[in-house]
Structure formats: structure tokens, C-alpha cells
């Protein structure tokens, strides 16, 4: 971890992809954090337009920022789709320095925008992993759930309906049955009047003499 004066309000630490950023102080809303430095690199020469790592921070056309160095302490800033802070960029004085845009509490992680380019380059193909995009996720999963147990219910009621049309559809011939129906069990179903399939099960037991369909909520009343 790299040293970092302890004036300084924030610190190194584990994020969820790594190293990142932390404040250790409170920041101010429009605070200037720390700038994103390193060498200069002209697209005009060859040898610097051949440079390639994950920290080339294009001011324009032309200019780049290598801020691979180990002192550029702002590397360790992460990406986030709703961030705390901002890349502020002057392209003319080729400078870059990264702005607080809220109130950044102790212990918050401080990140900016990388913006489209970086984006679809790293962090679609892997899958973004800030806060917003986790808690997207995750809300994704749970309507996900929500409606597999949705379509589960739905196809226990599908089920249990099917039970009934054929529960009822036996009843008229009534002959597996009625060999249950002296069963104690038949009386105390019957009270309830036959609505659920047990319960017509029942009811036909009960009315079996008299049996025409639709009839049973009256013979077992
Ligand atoms: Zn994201």
C-alpha cells in the first residue's frame, strides 16, 4: 500500500474489486480530492501512442496521462455509475484533478464516472461492480424469485383443480369411494360444505344415494 500523509482525508483499502479509495475525513461537496497525474503522453510519437494499460486518462486528441505510476495516488479510485466524486479536466494546462460532487462522509469509498469508452472496454464485459450496478443486480434476483414462486403457485393451483374436476368426475360411479365411507373421517369432512376437493369427495359419499352432479353442496348441507 502506498504511504499517504496522514493530513490527507483519505487512505488504501479493500473494495469489492480490489484496492480503492476511502475518505477518512469528511469532504466537502466541490473539495478537490487529489489530482490524477503521470507522465504526458503525445499520440504524435510512436513510442508513447504504443503505451497501453488500464490507466490512460485522454485529456484530448492528442494528450494522455499515463497515471500507471505508483505515486499517482488517484489510480486507486474506482469506477462507479452513480459516483461522489468527478474527473475535473483542464485539456489546457493538462491537468486533471478528482472533485468531490457531494458530501463525502468517514469511510465512504471515493469513485468517478470513467466514463462510456472506459466502459464498454473493462467493465461491460466483466460486469460493472459498483453500488449502483450491485443493487440493480440485486433487485434483478429478487423480482426473479418473485416470479419463479409466482409460476410455482400458479401451477400448485393448476394442480389442485385438476384433483377436483377429477375427484368430482368420480364421484358419479362412486365405487372407489364407497368403500370409505364408513370411514369416520367422512362426517367431519362433509360439515364444510364441500368446497374443497376432500370435502366434495366427501359430500358425494354422503349424497351417493341420491348423486346428480351439482348437487352436493345441497345433500350435505
Ligand atoms: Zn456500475
Not at 510512436?46 to 485522454?58: C, P, Q, R, T
Not at 368430482?168 to 372407489?176: D, F, Q, S, T
Not at 369411494?177 to 369427495?201: E, F, M, P, T, Y
Amino acid at each position: 500500500m502506498p504511504a499517504i500523509s496522514p493530513h490527507k482525508p483519505y487512505r488504501v483499502g479493500r473494495s469489492r474489486t480490489g484496492l480503492g479509495l476511502f475518505a477518512t475525513k469528511p469532504i466537502k461537496k466541490g473539495a478537490k480530492i487529489v489530482r490524477y497525474f503521470g507522465p504526458l503522453l503525445d499520440s504524435k510519437k510512436k513510442k508513447d501512442d504504443a503505451i497501453e494499460n488500464k490507466y490512460l486518462f485522454e485529456l484530448n486528441g492528442r494528450w494522455t496521462i499515463d497515471g500507471s505510476v505508483r505515486k499517482n495516488i488517484a489510480r486507486y479510485i474506482n469506477h462507479a455509475c452513480k459516483p461522489n466524486a468527478e474527473s475535473d479536466v483542464s485539456a489546457r494546462k493538462r491537468k486533471v484533478v478528482i472533485r468531490a460532487i457531494k458530501k463525502i462522509e468517514p469511510g465512504e469509498e471515493i469513485n468517478y464516472d470513467y466514463g462510456t469508452d472506459y466502459f464498454k472496454a473493462y467493465l461491460k464485459p466483466i460486469g460493472c461492480k459498483c453500488d449502483a450496478c450491485e443493487k440493480k443486480r440485486r433487485k434483478q434476483r429478487a423480482e426473479a424469485r418473485a416470479e419463479k414462486r409466482r409460476l410455482k403457485a400458479k401451477a400448485e393451483k393448476k394442480a389442485l383443480k385438476k384433483a377436483e374436476k377429477q375427484a368430482a368426475k368420480r364421484k358419479p360411479n362412486g365405487k372407489l369411494l364407497n368403500g370409505k365411507s364408513k370411514h369416520a373421517n367422512g362426517k367431519l369432512v362433509n360439515g364444510h360444505g364441500g368446497k374443497s376437493a376432500a370435502g366434495r369427495i366427501a359430500s358425494g359419499i354422503s349424497a351417493m344415494a341420491k348423486s346428480r352432479p351439482g348437487q352436493e353442496s345441497r345433500a350435505s348441507a
